[in-house]
């Protein structure tokens, strides 16, 4: 079975869409089914990039076992709505020529960014194969939020493409139950969606000691750390976070921002102004390194701006904190709070509520037994949200949905 990948994040980038394609395709080719990646120079979120890529028409290697193309995108920071979209577009485009000569049993085109699951389709009608549209993110209803666009009359258009792609889909693959629920609301058949959801690699996310050098260097060595590890954008709410630490007054408390994205610039200077001595920016890093980082947090922040779509969200990083037995301060609403609850393996605060974001920081710090109790759930959540058992079962959907397809033609 050979399967063909749209996607436009994929490693040395380090977010989540990058991290969930990678460590699903390296355990089907481990299996022994090839693996074709499409995707562009890696670049993000600064949109530089990296050292030891151009950004060519087409570049071809090999990442344990994974066919990687690179394609030619015009590539800019993850900042201003426009340019996004012009990235987003052009890569879209150049997956879609590319991707009509590469060999495949199956396409699969993921989101959050919008237009590669266009060229998915195309694809397939071009060289009649059943897609899968992998629904990471409900684009455009998420830019909505955020107030990216203004445009009703654009979003609903693109909200009408939407659909239309759903229903097309041989399959829609997405990543929480409620985003399922909210398919089905809007028309889509319940039987053509199913749900794998993000999880953790447990061979590089486990249980280890705070990193002695690390805390050293960082002058951390007593203080109890509270750290968020990930893209700093328009919807992580981090502009809350930063107003409401400067009202913790409690001097053994101490915030790690690690990450880059659009709000990384004005949060830095919103901390500056306040002159703020209880939190450390550092910029982002390689992924086989957040373990290490991960390491010496004692609880792990994982916040979304205050929304009913972000209700549907379950930010990835939960699943890696747990591994390592790290509690998450959940400031998300909907399933991800439900998954939390569940486990026991963090607590949760309403989005946006400075006072309840106050509280629960407290009580992670000074309930020994509560903290405690939270770290036994995060083994339970690891072992449920297993990448590799997820990544099987992902396999499953794809090789009925190739079969049914064979037997169509």
Not at 184 to 204: M, S
Not at 229 to 257: N, Q, Y
Request: glycine share 6%; net charge neutral.
């Amino acid at each position: 079975m050979k399967i063909l990948f749209l996607t436009d994040n994929f490693p040395p980038e380090v977010n989540a869409p990058a991290t969930r394609t990678y460590e699903h395709c390296k355990e089907w080719v481990k299996n022994g089914i090839e693996v074709t990646i499409i995707t562009c120079a890696p670049n993000f979120p600064h949109g530089k990039v990296y050292k030891g890529y151009k950004n060519r028409l087409y570049q071809k290697e090999i990442i344990d076992g994974i066919e990687v193309i690179r394609v030619w995108s015009y590539i800019t920071s993850n900042s201003g709505f426009v340019k996004r979209v012009l990235d987003y577009v052009s890569f879209a485009l150049s997956a879609f020529v590319v991707g009509i000569f590469q060999k495949s049993d199956i396409i699969i085109a993921t989101s959050p960014q919008f237009f590669t699951t266009w060229a998915g389709w195309g694809l397939s009608k071009i060289k009649r194969e059943p897609w899968i549209f992998e629904l990471r993110d409900l684009w455009p209803e998420s830019i909505r939020t955020v107030g990216a666009m203004k445009e009703e009359r654009i979003l609903n258009f693109l909200e009408k493409i939407e659909l239309a792609l759903y229903k097309d889909a041989t399959k829609v693959i997405a990543v929480t139950d409620a985003f399922k629920e909210n398919l089905i609301k809007r028309g889509i058949n319940p039987e053509k969606i199913e749900v794998i959801t993000n999880g953790a690699n447990i061979e590089l996310f486990y249980p280890r000691e705070k990193d002695p050098v690390m805390l050293k260097k960082l002058g951390l060595e007593d203080k109890f750390v509270i750290g968020y590890i990930g893209t700093h954008g328009m919807a992580h709410s981090l502009d809350f976070i930063v107003k409401s630490i400067a009202k913790i007054d409690d001097p053994d408390i101490h915030f790690l921002f690690i990450g880059d994205g659009a709000m990384k610039e004005t949060i830095v200077q919103l901390a500056e102004k306040q002159a703020l001595s209880n939190i450390t920016f550092l910029d982002s890093i390689p992924k086989e390194e957040v373990p290490i980082y991960l390491s010496i947090l004692d609880v792990s922040l994982a916040p979304l701006k205050k929304s009913d779509t972000f209700k549907t969200v379950i930010p990835s990083k939960i699943f890696e904190a747990s591994a390592m037995l790290k509690p998450t301060l959940l400031g998300v609403e909907g399933q991800a709070q439900e998954i939390i609850e569940y486990y026991n393996a963090g607590v949760c605060f309403e989005p946006e509520n400075e006072n309840d974001f106050i509280s629960k920081v407290d009580i992670l710090k000074n309930d020994k037994e509560f903290y405690t109790h939270c770290i036994k759930g995060c083994k339970k959540l690891a072992k449920a949200y297993n990448r590799k058992k997820l990544a099987e079962n992902m396999f499953s959907i794809l090789k009925n949905a190739a079969v049914e397809n064979s037997n169509k033609i």
